[in-house]
């Protein structure tokens, strides 16, 4: 630590400590220290100074100043050649007591600088250094500024030691007014910083209050909610289950007509026989849909892994899909899977996923291609399924929406292609059951890409659970295997010791 050295001052006479708690006021008012901090360096100092003179009969205080601190210190070191102060740690921890209150003098100094430091012995006698950090708002003092303050302390007369008898009653009597008009200060602050608290206090029982109060409703908000989504639930189940018998019956009745059963029909009977049917069938899937959210948020969906190969997942949806292929101006395309592991996971689920994708990309692809791929990651742990087409593409900032039930992105295809904005939030849980994610890399005007990541093997929470325990018990088991060796290897010591 680089300090300068300000002023240095002799304790011989008990007037040179009420001299150095005055030099130390009018140093630390120089430096631009506020008038408390300016009260706490004087009184600090005027504390340990009087026990230098005191307990040693002599001593010196120096002031210097920290320019290469950061921030800025200002230091002050009292030294004596005194017997060292006894019970140092007793009195550094505050337990030390002293019948002239030395103990609670030397604690008291250290809470009222930034830095304090004590080392004292029988032969060495005793250095308490001190320091008080320069306030952050004070710009750095240049050696210049430094200078100038040096020399303002020198221009005024300083009289200790030998001249100790010039102090007269009158400026005794100025310092303890001095001091007197400080200790008024402070406890006016601190009056101050009282009321400040308890005005804090008060403020802050009332936002606790109010805090209290937004939790209470906001729990009952939450009860609600639960209710409400429950009930939910329940209605889309029963509406699902409702819907579907006479949605069957118009299918099979539709069938009977198209089919001739019950005599021919014209061309105009067809076509609207044809209609009844598509809208029953669109009609169907969208409760089919409804059921299925039901049941997952219901947390009623079991999932059943088997182990099948993507070659055999992409002829199924071939053979499901290319019916649905009625543009000439749209091909579907499966990429070939050659090379790719098998997959142990619920191949129902997954299909429903892709099947979705490839509707989604069939309903918004005028022209062009959907193309049907699949990759393994990089980890080798988890395969990526994807539908690329060359539709009309998807706003960044609508890519989210269509994740979400009922949400729907307007376009000019909307009133051609009707949907309940079910699919892809289904995909989404779907894919969340299978321990994967689903979604969506696309360009407006462009084409997207609907992706799903799932593991390649899926392991069940019950699997898992099993597992665990039956590794604990593994290590159980091999843990009593080891002890039982062991007790055998004693009993054997035993005996060649007998």
Known sequence: ???QQILRIRLEAEEDVVAARRRARAIADGLGFSPLDQTRIASAVSEIARNAFEYAGAGEVIFAFDTNAKPQAFVIDVRDRGPGIRDLESVLDGTYRSPTGMGRGIAGSRRLMDRCTIDSSPQTGTTVSMARMLPPERAEIAPARLDAIVKALLQAPLRTGANAGSYDSHESLDEVQQQNRELLSTLTELRDRQEELTRLTQELEATNRGVVALYAELDERADELRRADT????????????LRTPLSSIRALSNLLLNRLDGELTEEQERQVLLIRRSAEDLTEIVNDLLDLAKIEAGRTDVLPTSFKPSGLFAALRTMLTPLLTDPAVRL?????????????????LTQILRNFVSNALKFTERGEIRVGARIEPDGEHITFTVADTGIGIAEEHQQVIFEEFGQVQSHLQQRVKGTGLGLPLCRKLAALLGGYVGVESRFGVGSTFYATVPVRLVLASDAAAQLAAGSGADRAGAGAAGAAGVDAAVAARGDRA
């Open 231 to 242: 009930l939910k639930t329940r209605f889309l189940s029963n509406m699902s289950h409702e």
């Open 333 to 349: 395309i499966f990429e070939n899977t050659e090379g790719l592991p098998a997959i142990f996971t619920d191949e129902a689920k």
């Open 1 to 3: 630590m680089a300090t």
